[in-house]
């Protein structure tokens, strides 16, 4: 998993394969494909959402919903390397909303 400071900005590319670049080079992804989904999605949409919402979109378990939440999130902010950097992505959470910001950040 490629974690470090980075320059420019991220580049995902949502149709077809999905993929993240920096500088050029593929992000590892998450093996998970709801972690990966709801990248996409938070990136996508660019928007707050409600934690409870999220749970429902992506997880139909009965156990621990939120805790794979969680989980799907401390992951993704592994993959994008949260830094100071001017084009870090950053993640603003509450108890009941869950927002990635990603200044910098092009779709495809």
């Not at 590319?13 to 593929?26: M, N, S, T």
């Not at 709801?34 to 749970?55: D, F, M, N, P, S």
Request: charged share 20%.
């Amino acid at each position: 998993m490629t974690v470090g400071p980075y320059s420019g900005p991220l580049i995902l590319c949502v149709l077809g394969d999905f993929q993240v670049a920096r500088d050029g080079a593929l992000l590892d992804l998450p093996p998970s494909r709801k972690t990966r989904a709801l990248l996409a999605y938070l990136a996508v949409t660019g928007k707050a959402h409600q934690r409870e919402r999220l749970c429902e979109i992506f997880w139909d378990i009965p156990d621990d919903p939120r805790g794979a939440l969680r989980w799907s999130l401390s992951k993704i902010r592994q993959v994008l390397g949260e830094t100071n950097s001017p084009w870090s992505p950053t993640a603003t959470a509450s108890r009941s909303r869950s927002q990635r910001t990603m200044p910098g950040c092009c779709r495809c």
